[in-house]
């Protein structure tokens, strides 16, 4: 008889708490970007064209997993469409070498069976997130890098461009300026749950600007900026990548949830401002878990980002 009460009361805790915690049926969160942004130094103007790039980029992820499209799906989707805006560092509007090259990265991750493919070092392949979604879906690899990379998306058909394509005079001057250390830290990503409780994470740079050596930062490196897992959580990161590396970011916040049974945002922060702030790892997270619950965590002035989910909440924005 005890034991039978025991089992119902666990039976009705845990009913109580699934009710505390209501699923929510998709949800998504992107980002463009994070680090020490001064305010002061951007227009109305300016704010107004990223916000706008937010929405519209939000809007694609928020129709497709309405639709009851799959999270990996929408997650390239979107970032294809950062990619493809100049205003982000990745893509068309990624950032230069130290020798005046384009060097781009990118890595998708799904959390249905921890699948994944990555892409770096790319210099003519116009949206790199599909490379690496071609590299996890029709490889035996997960990650290929350069003339490699190139050659096995074009022999896949994905779309190559001249290095030309990458051209922008913003991004060239920001070269000229030797502005390695100073404004945002530019990276786009996308992490999404969609209907059928799948979740998956898309992430992509232009680098770091005037890197040397063939350096190549945290995106591609699954578990560092790009990670996604069913059982707990998907994570795209931003920052500097050499930190994000080395504390395996991404990764870290799902082993936290899985192991430990601590919250998305309780992981998040432990991760962001905790372990990152402490070694002057400067960046943000976004992440959603299973449960469709969004965090958007930062430890730096500044992450473009925007949220959704199926409750309509939604928003964008740029400042913490």
């Known amino acids: 008889m005890k034991k039978l009460l025991y089992l119902f009361l666990i039976l009705i805790t845990a009913a109580c708490q699934s009710r505390e915690q209501p699923k929510q049926e998709w949800a998504l969160a992107l980002h463009g970007g994070a680090g020490n942004m001064d305010k002061t130094k951007f227009s109305e103007a300016d704010i107004k064209s990223y916000e706008n790039a937010l ?3 939000l809007e694609i992820g928020k129709s497709a997993l309405a639709d009851g499209q799959s999270s990996l799906d929408v997650v390239e989707m979107v970032v294809r469409n950062l990619e493809d805006n100049p205003l982000f560092n990745a893509g068309k509007g990624s950032v230069f070498t130290n020798d005046g090259r384009n060097e781009l990265d990118a890595a998708i991750m799904d959390g249905r069976n921890l699948n994944a493919g990555a892409v770096a070092g790319v210099g003519d392949i116009r949206n790199p997130v599909s490379a690496a979604r071609l590299v996890m879906e029709q490889s035996p690899h997960v990650l290929l890098i350069g003339k490699g990379a190139s050659l096995y998306a074009s022999q896949n058909g994905i779309e190559l461009v001249d290095s030309s394509y990458f051209y922008t005079e913003k991004r060239w001057q920001l070269l000229q300026r030797s502005l390695q250390k100073a404004g945002k830290n530019g990276t786009v990503g996308c992490v999404a749950l969609d209907k059928d409780g799948n979740l998956a994470a898309a992430t992509s740079t232009g680098g770091m600007n005037n890197k040397r050596y063939g350096r190549v930062g945290d995106v591609p490196i699954i578990g560092a900026g790009t ?30 949830m899985e192991y430990k049974g601590v919250s998305l945002n309780d992981a998040a922060k432990a991760v962001v401002n905790g372990k990152l702030s402490n070694e002057a790892g400067n960046g943000g997270v976004i992440a959603v878990d299973k449960n469709g619950n969004i965090t958007l965590e930062m430890n730096s002035t500044g992450m473009f980002r925007g949220w959704a989910n199926a409750d309509g909440e939604e928003g964008v924005a740029i400042f913490k």
Do not use: M, P, Q
């Open 55 to 57: 929405k519209e980029a």
């Open 227 to 256: 990670y996604a897992n069913n059982n707990t959580c998907a994570v795209s990161a931003t920052g500097h990548g050499e930190y994000y590396i080395r504390f395996t970011v991404a990764h870290d916040i799902s082993a936290l």
